[in-house]
Every structure is written in structure tokens, then in C-alpha cells.
């Protein structure tokens, strides 16, 4: 249908570390199938901007009751990187 975003797809890859704390925390990877781009992230609210930025529609942000916006303590990179 005309004026509706293309199909897009990702992969997601999630997993607990422990920081020098000892407390586990979420970190996770994703692709764009279609696309070359991916990210490092480590929280949801991550996750859902990495999503907005390649389909152009907003991502998930709670609407489950999901708290998808915890706070980052340290900058993972969710840039979008190329790979080569």
C-alpha cells in the first residue's frame, strides 16, 4: 500500500554481564537484515531508537508495561556501524 514503511527485519542478540558491582545487566547486539547496519546496546530504550532509525517508525517504548527506557551507565556503541 502506498505512503506504508517496507518490511524490516532484525536479529537480536541479548545477554547478562556483571559489573564491577557484581550486579547482572542486560547488554545486547542487533542487525538490520536487510541492511548492513548494527549496534551494540544495553537497554531497551536503545534498542527501540536503533529500531526508529532504520524503519523510520517509533520503536517499542513500554507500552507492555516493559521498562524500556532504563538509564546506560557506560556508552556501548549503538551508532550504526557499517561492517566492512
Known amino acids: 500500500m502506498a505512503g506504508e514503511p517496507s518490511s524490516c527485519s532484525f536479529v537480536a ?6 559489573g564491577h558491582d557484581g550486579k ?18 544495553q ?3 536503545q534498542m527501540s531508537e536503533f529500531l526508529e532509525r ?6 517499542p517504548r513500554g ?10 551507565e557506560s556508552g556501548l556503541d549503538i ?3 557499517r561492517k566492512q
Do not use: C, M, T
Not at 542478540?13 to 556483571?18: A, F, I, S
Open 79 to 81: 551508532g550504526g556501524k
Open 54 to 59: 532504520i524503519s523510520g517508525v517509533p520503536g
Open 24 to 41: 547482572p545487566r542486560w547488554r545486547g547486539h542487533i542487525k538490520h537484515v536487510q541492511g548492513d547496519e548494527e549496534g551494540y546496546v
Open 63 to 72: 507500552e507492555s508495561g516493559l521498562n524500556v527506557s532504563a538509564p546506560s
Open 13 to 18: 542478540r541479548l545477554w547478562l554481564e556483571y
Open 43 to 45: 537497554d531497551f530504550g
